[in-house]
């Protein structure tokens, strides 16, 4: 299963991201992992919680990114919920890019029997029909 949080700057992403992660640990039944872009979630979210900033590992680009969850799973296939934020500025990359990722991970999250989650900061109105099944 994956989810999409969209909205433009200061709608709150951030804070339904902490909420769903707060949730997930609370009830899921192996590792939660958090990819953030800087390390801003800290304080914000459990102990449990694995926090990966994607800066410390380089990640700027879709494939790295890919690279990255596919790892993380083949490390540890215990992990079932995945959160990205900021993922626009985790790939550094456009609507396009982050569209074309996110529908991978709809393809990954399900064939691995795990939850993504991921926020990003765009008019939800632009995205595309493919994505909007997601939000």
């Given at each position: 299963?994956?989810?999409?949080?969209?909205?433009?700057?200061?709608?709150?992403?951030?804070?339904?991201?902490i909420?769903?992660?707060?949730?997930?640990?609370?009830?899921?039944?192996?590792?939660?992992?958090?990819?953030?872009?800087?390390?801003?979630?800290?304080?914000?979210?459990?102990?449990?919680?694995?926090?990966?900033?994607?800066?410390?590992?380089g990640i700027?680009s879709?494939?790295?990114?890919?690279?990255?969850?596919?790892?993380?799973?083949?490390?540890?296939?215990?992990?079932?919920?995945?959160?990205?934020?900021?993922?626009?500025?985790?790939?550094?990359?456009?609507?396009?890019?982050?569209?074309?990722?996110?529908?991978?991970?709809?393809?990954?999250?399900?064939?691995?029997?795990?939850?993504?989650?991921l926020?990003?900061?765009?008019?939800?109105a632009?995205?595309?029909?493919?994505?909007?099944?997601?939000?």
């Amino acid at each position: 299963m994956i989810q999409v949080i969209m909205g433009l700057k200061g709608s709150g992403k951030t804070k339904k991201l902490i909420d769903s992660i707060q949730e997930a640990v609370a009830t899921a039944s192996g590792d939660v992992v958090c990819i953030e872009y800087g390390k801003k979630l800290t304080y914000d979210v459990n102990y449990r919680v694995r926090l990966v900033d994607s800066k410390e590992y380089g990640i700027s680009s879709v494939d790295m990114l890919k690279g990255f969850l596919s790892g993380l799973h083949a490390g540890n296939f215990d992990i079932t919920h995945v959160y990205i934020d900021n993922l626009y500025k985790t790939i550094g990359s456009d609507r396009a890019a982050g569209e074309d990722f996110i529908l991978w991970c709809a393809d990954f999250a399900k064939s691995n029997n795990m939850e993504i989650t991921l926020t990003v900061s765009d008019d939800p109105a632009l995205a595309s029909e493919q994505i909007k099944k997601y939000l």
